[in-house]
């Protein structure tokens, strides 16, 4: 039997007051694509932060490999934030470089991924320029370069093509394909649901820090009694909450 490489049991998440993520449940396999889905404030930014070891559960246990995130495990994990940020002053290549480094990997090794990855995405002429000169799209192809370096087991992708025009957007997810084909599990946040459709197997649709659907992409519209993943989304957040909403 395939083990998870992320197991979530039982967690919660309380921040002051505020009960932010309550008593969520969901594993991400190997080889598969996990849409982690739901409005603003619904708690996924927070999940992802707790399995990252940046907040504390309340509750519950978030393991990474049957691990808590360490630095021994560290190096496993590609994220990509949608808070982009990388040293604008350095050159492409010495950024990828140091952080394929930080990974992990030895330095030569590092630079030829790196370029070998600014080779598929039609950057490796960017390669000695600084990163604050190039636009807004090709640092989110290198900031993408920076979390596949290491060939982890995990990808967590945050909003990662937002800001990309269709040519980019179309690069990227193709690149999601094959990281999948090659074994690698990926979490991936977005708000455009053609994009759950295309690269999905599963999912799971947070509103108010519970999961209100999980399963495969077919098993949830057969759930729902609906044959677009979007149609389910907007029904669920329009459904008259239980709590008082916070802000």
């Known amino acids: 039997m395939i083990k998870p490489i992320v197991s979530v049991k039982d967690f919660s998440l309380t921040i002051g007051d505020k009960q932010i993520v309550e008593q969520l449940d969901f594993e991400v396999f190997p080889g598969e694509v996990f849409a982690f889905l739901g409005a603003n404030g619904s708690g996924k930014t927070s999940t992802i932060r707790s399995l990252l070891g940046i907040y504390e559960a309340s509750t519950g246990k978030l393991l ?34 140091y952080f394929g480094e930080l990974k992990g990997m030895d330095r030569d090794d590092a630079r030829d991924e790196a370029m070998a990855f600014l080779k598929r995405v039609e950057l490796e002429d960017k390669a000695n320029v600084k990163i604050k000169k190039l636009s807004g799209g090709q640092q989110q192809k290198v900031q993408l370069g920076v979390a596949v370096m290491g060939e982890p087991k995990l990808l967590i992708l945050d909003e990662p093509t937002k800001g990309l025009d269709p040519v980019n957007r179309k690069l990227l ?4 394909d094959e990281l999948q084909e090659k074994g690698v599990a990926v979490i991936y946040i977005t708000h455009l649901m053609e994009e759950v459709e295309r690269l999905a197997d599963r999912l799971l649709i947070l509103k108010d820090g519970k999961a209100r659907a999980y399963g495969t992409v077919a098993a949830v519209k057969k759930e729902f009694k ?7 989304f907007v029904s669920i957040y329009k459904e008259k909450s239980t709590e008082v909403a916070h802000g």
């Open 64 to 97: 990474i490999n049957g691990k808590k995130l360490s630095p021994e495990i560290a190096g496993m994990v590609g994220y990509l934030p949608e808070e982009r940020g990388l040293y604008t002053r350095a050159k492409v290549i010495d950024a990828m470089t």
């Open 173 to 176: 997810l193709d690149i999601v």
């Open 226 to 232: 609906s044959k677009s993943i979007e149609d389910i």
